[in-house]
């Protein structure tokens, strides 16, 4: 008889005809801040594969007022220099076997529908993993082993499960220069028992000093992931990249010695409270940025909790408390010129510098212990997306669903989704941290 169903051809059109033109919609409209940031596709900033974006780093020091007929100011000039910056490489694959395929070739709505399937769930992982980026460090760290889990066992404690699931691979490594672990590498999740909990397949030995990195992304100390708040919004180099280097700095810049590339960190003072009625911390984090980096966020991104926190404090004060909105269709709660968004991907961290004292309880006045959270001010003129290839399906030789590559003799097929970008910021300054704020819950 012959063959009616659909080649891997037709295969390709369909995905051709409805995957490539969405695909980008739906990715760059999955987070707050890939809808509201601009994205550079130009690629005039790059030289080779890295992108060099200039920076303004000091001003003019000849001026000043003088007697008349006095010496004139010392002529000056403009400083400049130029941040570096790699690109990510993101990719998301999906699978289908040759019997799955064939069990579905009697009918082409029944194999679109296949199709249809996997690249839905596929774009929603990618969603899923592009936000969890943009709110860490870039160091593809997934949570640090816990202070009380040392020994041999393949259950490991962590300080948190959130970014980890069955059946996902993770290495364990020492976070102070990546070194691989006894049996750590490429290990496989089968289970996640609590919140702070998971096993493995097989037996390791633990220590607090080591960390539950994605799996296969770090390998020399190169930030393998985008940049993300946890990086970008700090006064410090980021953490968790093994040795320092060039390549494991925020634009290749030392926070160190170069006080124009830190951003502004506000904790405050628990004897104050951390979020009371005057809102004077959420006041504060809002003018750093307009006294350090001459910028107005437009942008809050808090947790959940902690919007929480701010819509219970703006009760009475309805007129502040209006939602507002942005683009991509978010809302949230409009403070000064900026709108408070929640997260779910939003940092929590205990912060081992108050662990004695515990966070402060406003409904008690009164210490408790707990976690604490983050408020993220940004300015979105000062960040952008610098995009080497925007997201799309490879497309070698007009097929999108092609034979497995690199494994002779399995009968499957495969498409992959990539895209080569970073998050870039010329301006730490304009954005602000406010850390150490309670919440009554971690949700």
């Known amino acids: 008889m012959a063959f009616t169903g659909m080649n891997l051809t037709d295969a390709a059109n369909v995905l051709k005809t409805f995957y490539i033109g969405p695909v980008r919609e739906q990715l760059n409209q999955g987070n707050v801040l890939l809808a509201n940031l601009e994205r550079d596709t130009s690629r005039t900033a ?3 594969k890295e992108a060099y974006i ?54 082409e709505g029944s194999f679109i529908e296949l199709l249809d399937s996997e690249m839905k769930g596929l774009l929603q992982d990618v969603k899923n993993d592009v936000n969890r980026q943009l709110w860490h460090d870039g160091s593809a760290l997934l949570t640090n082993i816990s202070t009380g889990s040392s020994g041999t066992s393949t259950t490991v404690t962590v300080d948190s499960t959130k970014f980890l699931s069955a059946g996902q691979i993770v ?22 028992t609590s ?46 990249h093994g040795t320092e280097s060039a390549a ?50 437009g942008i809050i991104l808090t947790s959940h909790a902690c919007r929480r926190e701010v819509a219970g404090a703006l009760t009475g004060l309805r007129r502040f408390s209006d939602p507002g909105k942005l683009k991509g269709g978010w809302t949230g709660i409009e403070f000064n010129n900026a709108v408070i968004v929640a997260d779910k991907d939003a940092s929590t961290t205990n912060d081992p510098a108050n662990a004695s004292a515990g966070i402060w309880d406003l409904s ?29 399906w490879m497309d070698e030789g007009g097929v999108l669903v092609r034979s497995g590559v690199g494994t002779a003799g399995v009968d499957e097929f495969e498409a992959t989704l990539f895209s080569y970008q970073n998050l870039v910021c010329t301006r730490p300054n304009a954005n602000t941290l406010l850390t150490g704020v309670a919440s009554s819950t971690q949700a």
């Open 364 to 392: 008690d006045d009164v210490y408790v212990a707990g976690d604490f959270n983050r408020f993220y001010f940004i300015a979105p003129e000062s960040m952008h997306f610098q995009v080497l290839e925007d997201w799309q």
């Open 248 to 297: 494991t700095r925020l634009g290749q810049i030392d926070r160190s010695s170069n006080s124009f590339w830190k951003a502004n960190v506000v904790s405050p003072a628990a004897a104050h409270g951390l979020l009371d009625d005057s809102l004077v911390q959420l006041q504060e984090a809002y003018d750093e940025s307009d006294i350090e980096g001459d910028a107005q966020p």
């Open 46 to 48: 790059f030289r080779g």
């Open 171 to 192: 290495d364990i490594k020492k976070r102070a220069d990546l070194a691989s672990t006894t049996l750590g590498d490429t290990q496989t999740i089968q289970s996640i």
């Open 54 to 107: 200039p920076l303004h780093t000091g001003r003019n020091i000849g001026v000043g007022a003088r007697a008349e007929s006095g010496t004139l100011p010392a002529a000056g000039n403009q400083g400049y220099t130029s941040s570096v910056w790699h690109m990510a490489y993101l990719y998301g694959r999906v699978a289908l076997t040759g019997p799955a395929i064939a069990a579905s070739q009697g009918s």
């Open 195 to 240: 919140d702070t909990a998971f096993v493995m397949g097989t037996s390791t030995t633990t220590e607090a000093d080591e960390g539950v990195y994605v799996g296969g992304v770090v390998s020399d100390g190169t930030s393998r992931e985008m940049w993300g708040l946890e990086a970008i919004v700090s006064d410090a180099d980021p953490a968790n």
